[in-house]
């Protein structure tokens, strides 16, 4: 099984006063098609690990490796560009911007990354066929429901083909019936190859993955 992430004693501080250990030396590895969920009360230190993956803050202790290279200690403009090809976000909100299309928001993915406008629309229009929303790429955001508007941002989290999916309680702002669709959507991308990593304080959510990981007080624990 190949390894798409590897923290090794990762932990994160933050200087006082009063300083603040908000990740405890922490270590996992995420296999290639895994869907990990990661549990755990508000503080627990959830965001900060999802900040960590997303290559959003730096370990103050560790290494991290993604894809199978060190990414510990790299420049911010690296740090960009390898969350531009190998990291999909996709938040509880689902910022998508009202004046563009949808299939303009997920070409947004690939703003920064160089790749040609083309190539951009035949991916975005891609991932949208992926999420079921093909035949809505010319579709304002506010002509859409929550759910319909979840989707377009999974596209985009899609678009580049990422190595991971990092999902920020991703039904939180919906009801449960469409809660239940996203969900199903994220178990199809999964049984296709797809490795999610979804952070949920909710236990019905975290049945979905098939590796549960538990924060509480900055410490990771993994359900055996």
Known sequence: MTSVVELHEVSRVYAGP????????????????????????????????????????????????????????????ERARVRGTDIGFVFQSFHLLEQRTCLENVMLSDLYNGTSERESRERANHALHAVGLGEYDQRLPTELSGGQQQRVAIARALASDPAVLLCDEPTGNLDSATAAAILALFDELNASGRTVVLITHDAEV??????????????LSETS
Do not use: C, Q, W
């Open 206 to 219: 975290a049945s979905h993955g098939n590796r549960t990981l538990h924060m509480l007080d900055g410490t």
């Open 18 to 77: 009063p300083e603040v250990r908000a990740l405890e030396a922490s270590s996992v590895t995420i296999d290639e098609g895994d869907f990990v969920t990661i549990v755990g009360p508000s503080g627990s230190g959830k965001s900060t690990l999802l900040n960590i993956l997303g290559l959003l803050d730096k370990p103050t202790s560790g290494t991290y490796s993604l894809r199978g290279s060190d990414v510990t200690l790299l420049s911010e403009n």
